[in-house]
């Protein structure tokens, strides 16, 4: 028969699928190693493959009722063939079967496709699971349900119930997994069999098992109570078929370091630190110190902060003694700052004028603008006949002229003595 045209899809060659079959296990089944940068949760091939067949599947039941769709479908069924079964059929199919992002289904079908097209026009009635002919005994991608690795082992328990139906068996269904046995919170046991630790069998039959959880502390028991304990988990005592908390704080279990303190808790302990007054303690507080730190001392039971500004601690001058917590510091006093380790006296600067910041330029450019303003105005007064006005504006050019004749006066006198 001629190979399926195809629409978007490169028929791959015969040889190609044989080389794909022939690598050996360990290298074919394993997913391409992920960038390191950002790994992606690869699927094993065998769940590739499961979700290939779901989506041919569901294909199948989409053009169910689909046709040739040339306008004589009848004549087109009985020169041609049923579209059911049909190649126009299969190719539709296969079109949508991968979506464009799934690198993996596209190269497993490009591989797999002869086997597709042999299964749909020769092997649909002897082996019409598509999934265990294509999946299971072709391509050798996965097991049958309850087995595991390369050569389908049964996984613990058995094939019918694996992990005793409490756990999943790593790798069930795939030609991959170690077939060891994750089991459900409460049980245990190579098959998950029995009941895990501080869990205790409260109903056991040939097929059926609970496991129940025992009281706090027990680790083994024999029922839900306090007195039903067996054995204790860490950190408690077995005493009268009771577990009793060990104070590691009375006992030389505990480990704290020189400047911390035990604190007894459920099960266990905690260090805490000392006090900053203590060194090495017995609890919490000043008053629970083997010794006082430096800079504090004992004063009745407690061990207090000693003021050491009391004394002459700052011999600098012009400095003050600072207390602090089991110490103390020299800092310059109000109205001084430290300059290279000296306390000297901060100098306060003069508060500035208006014109402080002018060029003298600029201040006699300033003083003939404000001459000018005034005599124009009063030229303006004048022009109208007032005779007081008319008095004034006389005497202030009199007096400009009088200035400005004694500035060139005294310039010329000081060019004539330096010899300009």
């Not at 699927?43 to 040739?68: M, Q």
């Not at 496709?113 to 391509?139: G, I, M, N, T, Y």
């Not at 005793?164 to 919170?185: I, L, V």
């Not at 098992?209 to 029922?223: D, E, I, K, N, T």
């Amino acid at each position: 028969m001629a190979s399926l045209p195809r629409r978007g899809l490169v028929p791959p060659p015969l040889w190609g699928l044989s080389l794909f079959l022939s690598l050996p296990g360990p290298i074919w089944l394993q997913p391409s190693p992920p960038p390191q940068s950002s790994p992606p949760t690869e699927l094993h091939p065998c769940h590739t493959c499961r979700g290939l067949v779901d989506s041919f599947n569901k294909g199948l039941e989409r053009t169910i009722r689909d046709n040739f769709g040339g306008g004589n479908t009848a004549w087109e069924e009985e020169k041609l063939s049923k579209y059911k079964d049909s190649e126009t059929r299969l190719v539709e199919v296969l079109e949508s079967v991968c979506s464009k992002s799934d690198f993996e289904c596209h190269r497993l079908l490009e591989l797999s496709e002869e086997l597709v097209e042999s299964w749909w026009f020769h092997k649909q009635q002897e082996a019409p699971d598509l999934f265990q002919w294509l999946c299971s005994d072709s391509l050798k991608l996965c097991c049958p349900s309850g087995t595991f690795g390369p050569s389908c082992l049964p996984c613990p328990g058995g094939a019918e119930k694996p992990c005793g139906g409490y756990g999943q068996c790593e790798g069930e269904g795939t030609r991959g997994g170690s077939g060891h046995c994750d089991c459900q919170a409460g049980y245990g046991g190579e098959a998950c069999g029995q009941c895990g630790l501080g869990y205790f069998e409260a109903e056991r039959n040939a097929s059926h098992l609970v496991c129940s959880a025992c009281f706090g502390p027990c680790a083994r028991c024999s029922g839900p109570e306090e007195s039903n304990c067996l054995q204790c988990k860490t950190g408690w005592a077995l005493h009268h078929l009771k577990c009793v908390d060990i104070d590691e704080c009375g006992t030389e279990r505990a480990s704290c370091g020189a400047d911390q303190f035990c604190v007894n808790t459920e099960g266990s302990y905690e260090c805490r630190e000392c006090s900053k007054a203590c060194l090495g303690c017995m609890g919490a507080g000043p008053g629970r110190c083997k010794k006082c730190s430096p800079g504090y001392q004992q004063v009745g039971s407690k061990c207090l902060d000693v003021d050491e500004c009391e004394t002459e601690v700052c011999p600098g001058e012009n400095q003050q003694c600072q207390n602090t917590e089991g110490s103390y510091r020299c800092v310059c006093a109000e109205g001084y700052k430290q300059i290279e380790g000296i306390c000297v006296k901060e100098q306060i600067p003069e508060s500035a004028g208006f014109f402080s910041e002018m060029t003298e330029d600029e201040l006699v450019v300033l003083q003939q603008m404000f001459f000018g303003v005034i005599i124009c105005a009063l030229a303006t007064l004048a022009a109208k006949g007032d005779l007081v006005f008319t008095a004034i504006f006389i005497g202030a050019v009199a007096a400009m002229t009088g200035y400005w004749l004694s500035e060139r006066s005294d310039r010329v006198l000081e060019g004539f003595i330096k010899g300009r």
